[in-house]
């Protein structure tokens, strides 16, 4: 027995002795093909074990490992190598960049940072995805493109802007637009349409608090960062795209009644134009379309021209364009002309450069969006159908109803806007030779408007007679808004310990924004002129006295901040911000705030015990979680916080009038925000997804507390409640097939956001606000309408529940109960694209779910008190005879608008883009010494499925109120050609 175990024993120790022979240590160093530079940080893995090491600070490594052994070599930016050892003791890598990783570089506006460091929630918009899209304003091509980001257009005036919420709406008295920043300039919304998008080279959607908390008081509702594109070192490459197509409206679900139909219901219901029966035969024939009346095919058409390139000391981009876009509504339209250059040079330590982009725009338009008989588009629901726009002698023709005649207001009544607009910055970075790493920045920049108004309200129209003495008016004012940017910051990077990166930056930020306006309104327009020389002069006897009006407002913001971020192994991430703010929209003692943000990241696939997975199925898998605060200093007010005063003029003595109480305690509405998630990539990086929760709380929210009547004022604007958003994200995209010659690409962006008041004002529970009303565990812009139940059979009563779901015929606004939000809480996008030997089809869809929407138009035309115009087909189907079985009730029943009745799903799903191309082979374009050639054929909202009664589900206020202009639907044929 004590043979065997020493037997036993000394063939373990030989076994063990065979083990340790058979290992061998490799040494090398790894570098980067582009540059021969060594490369610090690369993870070198023994494959299929858990043995590994990461290169030092000049590339080099030191592994021991089988003899027959496979290594495996993997870094950020760099494509995997694999390489098998073959007893080999010495071996020497080269890693070429990754293109498909080098796309995930993130700009916040300050900082550049690989996806693979980045803690917080930022979504990535490739130019590539929005810059053909035949849209003026590039926000709207945005929609459905990032989770969490919920895009509304409610107009489709060409260059109209959207409405644009990044996870939820954050305020109520407040802006909840995002805070847009374009090469470090902060930028103003709602003036996109003089920019061109084909100049951007990315946009990143900054939603948690460890991307938005460095912008502090600015990043509240989330920060939309534009990069515009830059020069690459080579030779100039000459750019030329152009398109040109056409634009219809789209189909209408609310429909109203023939002539035939309408003449008909008349007679049925009191005959209120006394029509014989010959006069019915006759109209009976006249059948107007008033849609064909006011839309056309409107006309589209680009044209871009851009040069970049450069040496290694100094690389630039130029660009200029035209495009110009008829509307489908006649007389409205958009004309702009832009043009850009970026320039960066480098000089010994000293690198600097200039941004610049200055367009000019025309717009012509029309009133939208109201229930006001002067606006042309409410006439397409309003007029009768007998009637005609002109008489057989071709003049206007004047309505039977007395609704103005809607193609005179539009044709003779001009609204115009020529916007002029530059942005632009200039930075110096100084690379401090004396420590490495260590550099010095400062970059100033500006935002400039210039809008002028032009209108003139021809006499003879409807709009012109109720000026002042009947005669029409003409109006012109000018608004001019400048914002600068100045930041100057210092920064150090260091890398330690072959594990330990580490990046320090203090920053100082001066925000200030001046806006001046002024303008006048002259009236009693005589003779030929259409401008100011038609004006009657005014005085006391003739009434023509002109208007005048102005006013001019600043702000400003102070900011001190600081950025760290720290490196473990290359795989532990740690973010740290903080900063403190000074606003001049609040009192001496709530002027400041401070705030900041912490985030976490771990790419958790590259600890060894996840190598054999990372070979096959999954390449990459990142945990973040962060936690952090952000405020909000854009109220609807800027001077909300101090005391007030206007001119007043009584008896031809001018004095002042209060018009504000002071509130020098009003201070920001306040959001923190914790976000955690993970992201993946599959299949060597082919397919990449992103699943996020976050949890959003507004408090200090700005609203009006009520005020003792005493004191003459009903409210002030106070900080009072609170709201909440929480939800989930998901997005997927990547190639699910990728080979030579076929890719079929995919990409899914899901949010589900559930927004909730959790505090309102003292001890109140709610605030009521017309047809909506803000409770305590409700969500914000609740609808609060009586329900309405149908019709009694017996009498045609409509009938309503009250408060303990009874039916009664009885309307009493005390049964009013919560009837769903305005607030959509599901909303995304999916795409996909089909590539092919240079042919390519690529379709982009988009979907909201779940708000409801009030439909005031539908409201207006379903009222049966409005008999002497034109009302929906539904009526048709009114009430007439006990027994009826029908949901219209009586038209000798009382109306009541301000019920569920005229509530209706918002849901739709909406065939965003298709597009069509073939790209030539460089074997032909070679040979003809051109680049590259690309045609293509795209169409922008071709379809729409909703159950929604009108042009348009998208409607960003939650109430249709009338005058709709729908959403282009266009089709457009282009070229890129690349010389």
């Known amino acids: ?129 929005i810059s053909q899209v035949p849209i003026g304003s590039f926000d709207q091509a945005l929609q459905g493109r990032a989770p969490g980001l919920l895009i509304q257009a409610q107009s489709g005036q060409p260059g109209a802007a959207a409405n644009v919420i990044i996870r939820g709406r954050g305020s109520i008295l407040g802006d909840s637009d995002p805070l847009y920043i374009m090469d470090g300039v902060q930028i103003t919304a709602a003036d996109f349409a003089t920019l061109n998008p084909q100049d951007f080279e990315s946009i990143s959607v900054l939603k948690d608090a460890a991307s938005t908390s460095i912008y502090g008081s600015r990043g509240a509702n989330g920060v939309i960062v534009i990069t515009t594109k830059r020069g690459r070192t080579g030779k100039t490459l000459i750019t030329y795209d152009t398109q040109f197509g056409f634009s219809n409206a789209p189909d209408n679900k609310l429909e109203v009644m023939s002539s035939a139909e309408k003449l008909d ?81 480098s000089a010994g330590n000293f690198d600097f450069g200039i941004n610049s982009t200055f367009g000019y725009s025309e717009f012509n338009n029309t009133t939208e969006n109201d229930a006001f008989i002067g606006s042309p588009l409410n006439a397409i629901r309003w007029t009768n159908p007998y009637e005609t726009p002109y008489d057989d002698e071709g003049n206007y023709t004047v309505i039977t109803s007395g609704q103005p005649n809607a193609l005179q207001e539009l044709l003779e009544n001009r609204r115009e806007r020529q916007q002029m607009r530059g942005i632009g910055n200039i930075f110096v970075n100084y690379k401090a030779p004396f420590l490495e790493g260590l550099s010095l920045r400062t970059s100033w920049g500006g935002d400039f408007t210039s809008n002028e108004f032009f209108t003139f309200i021809d006499p003879t129209t409807y709009s012109g007679q109720i000026a002042v ?367 092919y030997k240079g042919i390519t089809v690529d379709a982009f869809f988009s979907f909201v779910r779940g708000n409801e929407i009030y439909n005031n138009d539908r409201a207006n035309i379903e009222n049966p008190n409005y008999l002497f115009d034109n009302l929906s087909r539904d009526l048709l189907r009114e009430w007439q005879n006990p027994g009826d079985v029908t949901d219209i009730p009586s038209p000798f029943n009382a109306f009541n608008p301000e019920t569920t009745r005229f509530i209706e799903s918002g849901n739709f799903l909406r065939l965003r883009n298709v597009n069509i191309s073939y790209t030539l082979p460089k074997t032909l374009t070679s040979r003809l010494k051109i680049e590259n050639i690309r045609v293509f054929a795209q169409g922008q909202n071709l379809k729409t499925w909703t159950d929604f009664k009108g042009f348009d589900p998208e409607i960003a206020t939650g109430t249709l109120v009338g005058a709709q202009y729908p959403a282009l639907r266009t089709i457009t044929f282009g070229l890129n050609v690349g010389f």
């Open 469 to 835: 003495g009947r005669a029409g008016s003409l109006a012109r004012s000018y608004l001019k808004r400048f914002r600068y940017t100045g930041t100057t910051s210092v920064s150090y990077s260091t890398s330690f310990n072959e594990d330990h990166t580490l990046t320090v930056a203090l920053f100082n930020e001066v925000v200030k924004g001046t806006v001046n306006n002024f303008g006048f309104t002259g009236y009693g327009l005589r003779g030929p002129f259409e401008n100011e020389a038609g004006i009657t002069p005014g005085s006391a006897d003739n009434g023509f006295i002109p208007a005048v009006n102005g006013s001019g407002t600043e702000n400003a913001l102070l900011s001190y901040f600081a950025d760290i971020n720290y490196g473990f192994k290359n795989r532990y991430f740690l973010t740290l911000g903080a900063r403190r703010d000074g606003s001049s929209r609040f009192g001496a003692d709530r002027r400041y705030a401070n705030f900041g943000a912490v985030g976490l990241s771990w790419i958790f696939t590259d600890e060894v015990f996840f190598s054999n997975l990372q070979s096959g199925f999954l390449n990459q898998g990142k945990f973040k979680i962060s936690y952090g605060s952000s405020g909000n200093q854009s109220i609807t007010d800027d001077f909300a916080s101090r005391e007030l005063y206007t001119r007043s003029v009584y008896g031809g003595v001018s004095g002042l009038v209060l018009t504000n109480l002071p509130n020098p305690t009003l201070q920001w509405e306040r959001k923190t925000t914790f976000n955690t998630g993970l992201e993946f990539t599959f299949f060597n990086g082919r397919l990449g997804a992103t699943a996020e929760f976050y949890n959003s709380i507004t408090s200090d929210l700005f609203l009006d507390r009520q005020l003792s009547r005493t004191s003459g004022f009903e409210s002030l604007i106070s900080n009072v409640g609170e709201l909440r958003n929480r939800g989930f994200e998901f997005s997927l995209e990547g190639d699910i097939v990728e080979s030579t010659d076929f890719t079929w690409s995919a990409n899914v962006s899901l949010t589900y956001n559930k927004n909730e008041i959790t505090k309102l004002v003292g001890e109140q529970n709610q605030i009521e606000d017309g047809l909506f009303i803000n409770r305590v565990g409700e969500s914000l812009n609740s609808y609060f309408l009586v329900r309405y139940a149908g019709v009694d059979p017996d009498n045609g009563d409509a009938l309503y529940l009250n408060q303990n779901g009874e039916e009664t015929n009885v309307y009493d606004p005390n049964d009013r109960v919560i009837a769903g939000s305005a607030e959509a809480p599901f909303f995304g996008g999916f795409g996909t694209a089909l590539s």
């Open 1 to 129: 027995m004590k043979k065997i175990l020493l037997l036993s024993i000394i063939l373990c120790f030989a076994l063990i002795g065979s083990v340790w022979a058979q290992t061998q240590t490799v040494t090398g160093r790894v570098t980067s093909t582009s540059d021969g530079s060594a490369l610090p940080g690369v993870t070198v893995l023994e494959k299929g074990t858990t043995n590994g090491i990461t290169t030092g600070a000049n590339g080099e490594f030191s592994l021991t490992v089988q003899p027959n052994a496979t290594l495996v070599f993997r870094f950020i930016g760099m494509t995997a190598q694999e390489i098998p050892v073959g007893g080999r003791t010495s071996i020497n890598v080269q890693l070429a960049p990754d293109q498909r990783q080098l796309e995930e570089v993130v700009v916040t506006g300050y900082t550049v940072q690989n996806q693979r460091e980045v803690s917080g929630s930022i979504s990535t918009v490739k130019s590539a995805e």
């Open 265 to 345: 219901y008349e007679v049925r219901n009191g005959n209120p134009y006394d029509w014989s029966d010959a006069d019915v035969a006759e109209l009976s024939q006249v059948n107007t379309s008033w849609e064909d009346v006011f839309f056309r095919t409107g006309k589209t058409q680009n044209h871009t021209l851009s040069a970049s390139g450069g040496s290694d000391k100094t690389t630039f981009f130029l660009s200029g364009s035209v495009f110009n876009q008829s509307g489908i509504v006649r007389n409205t339209e958009l004309n702009r002309y832009t043009a850009r250059a970026n320039v960066e040079s």
